[in-house]
């Protein structure tokens, strides 16, 4: 039985535009040591897997600026959680991002994104029966390309480096292992 | 075609224990508009996913400090680069948190955990036929169960929440599409 490290302090040691750094102490249930762990802070994330009736997944490749590199990932954005709704943002992000609309939002599930080192949640939606209805709307950080590939290409993409983001694979296996793909 | 956003400058703003954030500043080929985007740095992971031969897969749970919970996950680690080979680090990592070894390590693939935020990669393995053969190793910062599970129950723990730490997903996501779980 794995219990819970009791919280000695935290405190906010950093504060950047989209993050927040605190340096919180924990004492070991196991040891009684008292230990730091550095731990990042910031909205939830929203992802969402979107298919076409006709078996088709909607990606989007964009630039990265932790990896400097183009990255093909499926289509998501941050939480605004005042704002509105995890499964308005969603649909949002997507018709924002891709294009794509009208499709049936179901919730996969929640997910840590890396829970040894952030504190977020990211809420993984299918959208089911998507169809282009518009063009996509993009802010000045963004340079999003849509990419409609076939579902049965994801195990080569996978295999030949061509998706690698964890977030993206993470919400492809929930997919996946539910049955949807 | 998504093109690369040139790099104007890189400052480091922050230093913890594991990590380093730097802002960055990059114009976009779209706009030509120079934008700030803070950047956090670390060390490269390992992670593994191990199976026996009769179709178990080791697990660990182990206390999170980002999301302040348990977590299930597959074995990993930092790579100390300077130190070791990632498959040594793999190899090694693996036997002292789990206490089996002896598998056949095969490289599945290299994923980007995180690549909007994070410039690091994550190297993932595979490990075929491992085998208990001594007890764990654990330093003072680490509280860990050993969980062997069927490797059918995948989907059932994933649909439950209990597998939802993403890097643990992606790593099963590249295990199974390459036709291994």
């Known amino acids: 039985m794995i219990r819970p490290w009791p919280l000695a302090g935290s ?27 550095h731990v990042i802070h910031m909205v939830d994330w929203l992802m969402v897997v979107p298919l076409t009736i006709d078996g088709g997944l909607v990606m989007v490749r964009q630039y990265r600026h932790g990896s400097r590199a183009a990255s093909l990932e499926v289509p998501g954005g941050l939480h605004d959680a005042a704002g509105e709704s995890a499964e308005t943002g969603t649909a ?28 977020n949640t990211a809420h993984i939606y299918l959208a089911k029966g998507v169809q282009p209805v518009a063009g ?10 849509v990419v409609l590939i076939d579902r049965r290409e994801i195990p080569a993409r996978i295999a030949r480096g061509e998706i690698n983001n964890a977030m993206t694979l993470s919400a492809l296996a929930m997919a996946h292992f539910a049955g949807h793909l």
């Open 11 to 37: 405190e906010q040691v950093f504060s950047a535009g989209l993050f927040r750094v605190t340096c919180d102490r924990a004492r070991s249930p196991r040891t009684g040591e008292e230990r730091n762990f």
């Open 92 to 119: 949002r992000e997507l018709a924002e991002e891709t294009g794509y609309a009208n499709g049936e939002l179901v919730l996969l599930g929640d997910l840590r994104p890396q829970p040894a080192l952030l504190s």
């Open 136 to 145: 996509q709307e993009q802010d000045a950080g963004e340079d999003i390309e």
